[in-house]
Nanobody, 120 residues
Framework: QVQLVESGGGLVQAGGSLRLSCAAN????????IGWYRRAPGKQRELVAT???????NYADSVKGRFTISSDNAKNTVYLQMNSLKPEDTAVYYC??????????????WGQGTQVTVSS
């Protein structure tokens, strides 16, 4: 069972910055995809940024140029640096990872979420 533990959320003023961290108890190098999603009040969960095993890093259009996703394979940790935050970035941010198990099946794993609140 993969456990993902987020940290770094909080309250920040518009224009400010936060860095989220997600620590995994399994090698993130072996993941098929790892990244971040968010759910704003009254809205569906949406992709923020992901790092695929193969291919390019993917960002939501709404965060391009402001957010940066990165990973440290030695620490099994993925980060989300969020700059120029806007009130509309207010949401619960979830770490996500997908692994292909020995059985061949793909399994999705989610962290518990961390609240990010941006005040205007």
């Amino acid at each position: 069972q993969v456990q993902l533990v987020e940290s770094g959320g909080g309250l920040v003023q518009a224009g400010g910055s936060l860095r989220l961290s997600c620590a995994a108890n399994r090698s993130i190098f072996s993941s098929k995809v790892i990244g971040w999603y968010r759910r704003a009040p009254g809205k569906q969960r949406e992709l923020v940024a992901t790092i695929p095993k193969e291919g390019n890093i993917n960002y939501a259009d709404s965060v391009k140029g402001r957010f940066t996703i990165s990973s440290d394979n030695a620490k099994n940790t993925v980060y989300l640096q969020m700059n120029s935050l806007k009130p509309e970035d207010t949401a619960v941010y979830y770490c996500y990872a997908q692994y292909r198990e020995y059985s061949g099946y793909l399994n999705d794993y989610w962290g518990q979420g961390t609240q990010v609140t941006v005040s205007s």
